[in-house]
Each structure stands twice: as C-alpha cells, then as structure tokens.
C-alpha cells in the first residue's frame, strides 16, 4: 500500500493471490488464435505486484531483511520464469514490465535499509545473468507465427459479406 493511500480488501486480495501466483512451479499461456478472442488482462497481476513490492518498503523499514530478500527472490524468479517460456509476444512484454517494476520498486525498498545491510537484502535470483531461454525470441515467435497463421487461414475459409468463398 503506498503512503497516505488506505488499503482497501480488494487491495489485500490482490496482494495475497499474487503471493500465491510467485510459488507456482510453471507457466502455461493462453495464447489467442482468433482475432475476437479477449487478451488476457495482466493490468490487475501487474497492479498486485506494484502493491506487494511497495509493501517491502515497510519491511525495510522495519529491518526484515529476510522476509524482504524472500519476496524479492520469488518475485524475480516467477517473471524470469515467464520470460522464458512464453508462448507470445504479449506474454514476453508482460514479463518485461514485471521485471522492470521489479527493480525499480526493490530499489525504493533498499533505499530504506542502511547501506550496511543492502548487500544481505539483496536477492541471489539478481546476480545469475539471464538465461539463453530467457533471452531468445523464438518461442514467442513461433507462438505469433501459428496465430498468424491461423488468422489467415479463417480469413481464407469464412468470406466476407457478398465475397466469394475462399478469397483473402
């Protein structure tokens, strides 16, 4: 909860369903193939970490620098997880911006510790460079390629209103 903001339930709900979301062991995407399917909606997921890692800033303040080092840990490993494995771009640019909220609020968070025990706050999850499955596109692109694909293959089977079945 950010200062001067009360904390409402949705907001406790939000934080203890993403505490949940950072144990999970695998990450399994939805990818979309038609073009009226809903994209998935990771503004909430991205609004319950944005609380969670405000809340280390607390914890820091407080000295608990292993329940800050534990949050910080899940948290980096979850979206590293997602990184790697997954299956579209939007999946791929989600974990971005997750890893990007990551650091900039942990670094709030550490700023709120005496520089003596930074070093013991930090996380090992931010000294292991990214992986190569991190760091590769070609799961996300194959997984654009079969949507691609898809879409161009409903487009030529449904025609248009007053169009000739099978033409693009």
Do not use: C
């Amino acid at each position: 909860m950010s200062e001067g903001q009360p904390s409402t339930s949705m907001d406790g709900t939000l934080r203890a369903r993403y505490l949940r979301m950072l144990d999970r062991g695998g990450w399994y995407e939805t990818v979309v193939f038609g073009e009226a399917d809903p994209l998935p909606n990771y503004s909430l997921v991205l609004e319950a970490q944005r609380l969670v890692l405000l809340d280390l800033r607390h914890q820091a303040g407080r000295g608990e620098l292993v329940a800050l080092r534990d949050t910080l840990q899940r948290d980096l490993r979850f979206w590293r997880m997602v990184l790697a494995s997954a299956d579209g771009l939007i999946g791929k640019m989600i974990a971005v911006a997750a890893i990007r909220n990551h650091f900039i609020l942990a670094n709030l968070a550490l700023h709120e510790l005496p520089a003596a025990n930074v070093t013991e706050a930090v996380p090992a999850e931010w000294q292991r460079p990214l992986s190569d499955a991190e760091r590769s596109m070609w799961r996300a692109m194959a997984g654009e390629y079969q949507f691609a694909k898809r879409l161009l293959r409903e487009a030529r089977v449904q025609p248009e209103d007053g169009d000739e079945a099978g033409g693009i």
